[in-house]
């Protein structure tokens, strides 16, 4: 179970790695760049589809960099991308000063990668895996034990290291993953949906984690499709859709710039009579499935309009990136 | 234009041997299983073939026919435990459990990763032409001071095995294809290499046929070895084994690449 969900604050010296955060660009040897991930005009397809379209942004070190967007975007492509699991047709890839995927095996040495799907050795006990894969890294068995207490510390797992992965919960192996992600004391964490299918206390144990990660200098790309997880660790966002970006900022900017106004959201009653009746109140209005949304600088107004009208639910509360989120990329499902 | 196929090569010396100890460590947890189930099938074999058959045949090649029989059992349970290790846990590994794909976010490249996992079936052969090897020698069968000079022969029949076999896991879309792949090859090539009779008995293309093919290369070298006689032509046969080791390995990680790494 996941201990004690108060979050007893991490003491530095007990994580895994170094206790004074050292920037990427302090140990580049000559490479000082404050760049971590650099794609420039990449484009990836699969057969016809084009699956990652003349895409461009920078990571910066030290910060977390959100890619956001519907399923088949191209997220999981962008992360094989990085790691040089996959070779872009065009465009120009950096990760840590190195190209990739040429020199991908040199940057991966400072990467660590929690993927979409875990792929933990089930064979294994928890220190089991953690030994595999600091071997993967040319880590003495040795090297391994000295650093196992503080990540299973780290990943809450103390009193599972004994026990098979087969044993753990999926709450518990996201957080072994993540833990395992750290052996190489990594300069970037790439983290695909870290916490997909986590429950809520699960989701702010690694939240929390993340932070404490950031704080130490770490670099972060992560795509999730929590929007408030976005909001909070992200300092910088990318939408995707279909592989192109489209839009890109950090996270208050982008509510500012696509929303900038209250929402108020109806539930109950039939949402496109409701809308005819708010439409000339509101700045935008939408359905999604039962829900009207409307973006409305005077909600009050809109509030007024609505009143007494029976079996309706309101919600009036500040923009979020939900709404950005669904402004940017449609509400209907895709595929 | 040469970077690209980086990935597709070990970047080192020792890379693969994290991946080598990764599957020794999950051997270890099953060992006496597996080792049993490997040195099985070749021991019945052996007891049912040379027992039964050596009764009516007596002398081939100037020995009774268990101890002919032994040392092509030893290279046919080299050859089957390298391709069943690789066909089966490899493929699993790559991808049902996507081992691969975990050790492929670290420092390792594919080369790395193909090297281990031939590495490693090579180890398993050992252990299995090994095994045989013991109670041969132990029932009188087989020479035991000429036993060091059969284990290199054992292992390097073990990876180029291996190498033919992840040739054919790069290419197989699932584990199906893998009977055709034993059926069609590895079982007449037990027939034609003179594992279980001499390769005089077969008409003279036949002949020529398994001279090309490589478990008759590893029969030329661990029989002599076994029966303490003079190998000749050894360093065709190294050669020719090699060969296949090299090639095969080459291919099959260019396979894989295209494969794993789309
Ligand atoms: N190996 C492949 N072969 C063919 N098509 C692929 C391959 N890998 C991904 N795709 C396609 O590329 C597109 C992008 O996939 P990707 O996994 O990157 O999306 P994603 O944004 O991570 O989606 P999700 O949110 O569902 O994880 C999808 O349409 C997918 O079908
Ligand atoms: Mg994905």
């Not at chain 1, 409701?274 to 109140?281: Q, R, V, Y």
């Not at chain 2, 180890?123 to 095994?131: C, I, N, P, Q, S």
Request: with cysteine; net charge neutral; aromatic share 8%.
């Amino acid at each position: 179970m996941l201990g004690g969900v108060e979050a007893a604050p991490i003491s530095r010296q007990t994580i895994a790695m170094e206790p004074a955060p050292v920037t990427p660009a302090d140990r580049g040897a000559g490479r000082v760049s404050n760049v971590a991930i650099d794609f420039t005009a990449v484009k990836k397809s699969y057969g016809e589809k084009v699956v990652v379209d003349q895409l461009s942004f920078t990571v910066a070190s030290g910060k977390c960099f959100g890619l956001l967007g519907p399923n088949g975007a191209g997220k999981s492509t962008i992360a094989r991308l990085i790691l040089g699991m996959s070779t872009p047709e065009a465009g120009k890839i950096t990760v840590l000063g190195e190209k990739v995927p040429a020199r991908a095996r040199l940057a991966r040495k400072r990467i660590g990668v929690v993927p979409q799907a875990d792929n933990l050795d089930l064979e294994f006990t928890v220190r089991e895996n953690l030994l595999v894969f600091g071997r993967y890294f040319g880590m003495t068995a040795k090297d391994v034990e000295k650093i196992t207490p503080s990540l299973l510390e780290f990943a809450r797992l103390e009193s599972k290291a004994d026990a098979r992965v087969t044993e753990l919960s999926g709450g518990m192996k996201r957080r072994l993953t993540l833990a395992r992600a750290l052996i190489n004391d990594p300069d970037i964490l790439i983290l695909d949906e870290p916490t997909t299918g986590l429950d809520p206390h699960a989701r702010h144990l690694i939240w929390e984690r993340l932070r404490a990660l950031l704080s130490r200098g770490k670099t972060i790309l992560l795509t999730t499709h929590f929007m408030e997880e976005a909001e909070r660790l992200c300092d910088r966002l990318c939408v995707l859709e279909a592989g192109r970006k489209i839009a890109e900022g950090p996270p208050h900017t982008l509510i500012d710039e696509q929303i900038g106004c209250p929402v108020i959201e109806v539930y109950g009653g039939d949402p496109n009579e409701l809308c005819g009746l708010i439409k000339p109140l509101a700045q935008r209005t939408e359905i999604s499935g039962e829900t009207l949304f409307c973006y409305a600088p005077n909600p009050e107004q809109v509030l007024a309009r609505l009143r007494g009208r029976t079996g309706l639910r309101l919600l009036q509360r500040p923009p979020n990136l939900e709404d950005v989120f669904l402004r940017l990329t449609g509400r209907e499902m895709r595929d | 234009m040469w970077e690209q196929y980086a990935a597709a090569l070990p970047a080192n010396a020792w890379n693969w041997s994290a991946v080598w100890r990764r599957n020794y460590m999950a051997w270890r947890k099953a060992a006496l299983a597996s080792l049993l189930g490997n040195l099985a099938e070749p021991m019945s074999a052996l007891f049912g073939l040379g027992f039964g058959l050596g009764l009516m045949i007596g002398q081939v090649d100037g020995i009774s026919y268990v101890a002919f029989l032994a040392a092509g059992m030893v290279a046919t349970s080299a050859m089957i435990s390298a391709t069943f290790e690789t066909v089966y846990g490899a493929f699993a590994r790559m991808n049902a459990q996507r081992t691969w794909d975990a050790i492929l976010c670290t420092e390792l490249t594919l080369g790395d990763v193909v090297l281990g996992e031939l590495a490693w079936a090579a180890t398993k052969a050992v252990l299995a032409g090994t095994g045989i090897t013991i109670v041969a020698a132990a029932l009188g069968y087989a020479a035991w001071p000429s036993i060091p000079y059969a284990l290199p022969a054992i292992a390097l029949t073990g990876v180029a095995f291996a190498s033919l076999a992840m040739v054919v896991i790069a290419l197989a879309p699932s584990y199906d294809y893998f009977v055709f792949y034993q059926t069609l090859f590895l079982t007449p090539m037990m027939y034609l290499c003179g594992a279980i009779f001499p390769v005089a008995q077969l008409p003279i293309a036949l002949q020529r046929v398994a001279e090309a093919l490589p478990l008759a290369h590893s029969i030329d070298l661990i029989r002599p070895a076994m029966l303490d006689r003079d190998a000749s032509s050894v360093g065709l046969h190294v050669g020719v084994l090699c060969l296949y080791t090299v090639v095969a390995f080459v291919v099959s990680a260019l396979l894989l690449r295209r494969r794993l790494m789309r």
